[in-house]
């Protein structure tokens, strides 16, 4: 059974957001608070974790690296971006970008300027500092975030522990999430442009993002 998503995954979301982060010379620090975590949380939270630590504990760091960008950066259905499933490369995208930064605005959060504000580590950041709002964004996201762990999982990708953990702190997927995640499997996000890949990776685009305000 999942857990409800609350004050209570507050540890989880903060660890979740630096797993997710690009893996810089701080990461193995970051994979022994994970195990520490894990250790105090529901197995289906805390499992997922632990095997993520240890596979990416056995994998040398610019390994870890050069996988975190072809897996994120260059593969189609494993985008970050969280408003990118819903909107796609769209004006609407815009907009939605905007409600995240003035939601994170009412809460008192700032975001430095290379940081977009529907980056899942900045999310699940945002998450752990105001945890009320910070589940609602991610409940919104529903869909988008379990078509990105369906897709790590098929590719077989180390990171899809991490949102196999995200999603178990989060309600079951409800009957209107389901078909959504069906309609975004089978079409993808809406587009613009015509002849565009449904799946083309978002555009302009920065590197990897560092999680909100530390």
Not at 38 to 63: N, Q, Y
Not at 87 to 98: K, N, V
Not at 150 to 167: F, I, Q
């Amino acid at each position: 059974m999942k857990r409800p998503a609350g004050p209570g995954n507050t540890l989880v979301w903060q660890i979740q957001s630096l797993l997710l982060d690009y893996p810089d010379e701080r990461f193995p620090e970051r994979l022994a608070l994970a195990l520490q975590v894990a250790a105090d949380g529901p197995e289906p939270v805390g499992h997922p974790l632990v095997r993520f630590a240890e596979c990416a504990g056995r994998t040398p760091l610019p390994e870890l690296a050069a996988d975190y960008v072809a897996t994120f950066d260059h593969r189609k259905r494993c985008c970050l971006y969280l408003t990118y499933y819903a909107h796609g490369d769209t004006r609407r995208r815009g907009m939605a970008m905007l409600r995240l930064k003035q939601t994170y605005a009412a809460a008192g959060w700032r975001l430095s300027d290379d940081e977009l504000p529907d980056h899942l580590a900045v999310v699940l950041e945002f998450a752990a500092a105001d945890p009320v709002a910070g589940a609602r964004l991610l409940t919104e996201h529903r869909a988008g975030l379990e078509l990105l762990r369906l897709a790590l999982n098929d590719e077989g990708s180390p990171w899809a522990h991490v949102l196999d953990s995200v999603s178990a702190t989060l309600p079951a997927l409800a009957g209107d999430d389901r078909e959504a995640v069906m309609r975004l499997a089978a079409q993808g996000p809406p587009e613009e442009q015509v002849g565009l890949d449904p799946y083309a990776s978002p555009v302009l685009l920065p590197d990897p993002v560092v999680g909100g305000p530390r």
